[in-house]
């Protein structure tokens, strides 16, 4: 509905392949600058390549006004490496990551940026708690290293039309961070090659452009990537045999029920690995 209304009133608009902070970060770095600023949550900043982010903006007043947070001020002030503030926004805890337990108090951000400069990174610090009784039944080194990968190597749709890590997109155009930014750019080599194990196993360039101009909805490729469909239950709970055969045999399993139907348009148009995909229907 969003997008019609766009297309609707001629506004542009581009669908992140994943995270869309990440695809906002590029977006301004962008040699023809495609936006000017970014304005959302703090947790942005965690990213590479950005160093300004408007937080909030006031047009009641008579004069409308805007605040921003610089990362340049933030690790002078904190007195850390760019790694380092990654690390700490991760322990400290975000949209996409649970806070570390042991530092779960009032002054947990303190104690988590104490923490970080005694092991002079995270997974020094997160592994020091491993044995830890609130972080061992929650494998958090697991979750911890997940995370970090999903920011650090972010996965944005350029503009030549090709899904890739924001640090190689971005590599043409470093920002400067003072001091303690890190010098090195990473390279093809630097990026780890299990990033599907965080995202997913790469999908044809075609289908991320078909998703950026809102051609195709994203449900179908959560479908294909996840291996399952999850049928939501009615108010019922869909304990009648009635709903279990209509999902089964029309709605999901069936040949020609849309699900299936979804499936197999784009499946029949991907690398074999797909074609031959497993999903299974949870209702």
């Known amino acids: 509905m969003v997008l019609r209304i766009f297309r609707h009133r001629n506004v542009e608009f581009l669908v992140a392949p994943y995270v869309g902070w990440a695809q906002l970060i590029y977006l301004q770095r962008h040699p023809k600058s495609y936006i000017h600023a970014i304005f959302g949550p703090t947790d942005t900043l965690l990213y590479p390549g950005v160093d300004k982010l408007i937080t909030s903006i006031d047009l009641t007043a008579a004069a409308p006004t805007f605040t921003f947070a610089s990362k340049r001020a933030i690790l002078s002030d904190l007195g850390v490496s760019e790694d380092q503030f990654l690390d700490i926004g991760i322990l400290v805890g975000f949209e996409y990551a649970a806070p570390f337990p042991p530092s779960m108090h009032e002054q947990g951000f303190r104690a988590t940026v104490d923490m970080v400069k005694h092991w002079k990174s995270g997974f020094a610090a997160v592994s020091a708690y491993t044995e830890h009784p609130t972080v061992k039944p929650t494998q958090y080194p697991d979750q911890y290293a997940r995370t970090r990968s999903m920011i650090k190597y972010s996965l944005i749709l350029s503009s030549e039309g090709a899904v890739v890590p924001l640090p190689l997109a971005i590599s043409n155009n470093p920002p400067s961070h003072g001091p303690n930014h890190h010098p090195h750019h ?39 990537t996840s291996g399952q469909i999850v049928e939501p239950p009615p108010l019922d709970n869909g304990e009648t045999t009635e709903y279990k055969r209509f999902i089964k045999e029309v709605i999901t399993d069936g040949q020609t029920g849309p699900r299936a139907t979804a499936l197999a348009l784009i499946s029949s148009v991907s690398h074999t690995f797909w074609a031959v995909r497993k999903v299974s229907g949870n209702f």
């Not at 780890?192 to 360039?205: C, M, V, Y």
């Open 186 to 224: 990473p390279t093809a080599a630097d990026i780890p090659s299990d990033l599907h194990e965080i995202f997913t196993h790469r999908l044809p360039d075609e289908v991320y452009f078909y998703l950026s101009r809102g051609l195709m909805g994203p449900q179908a490729l959560v479908w294909l």
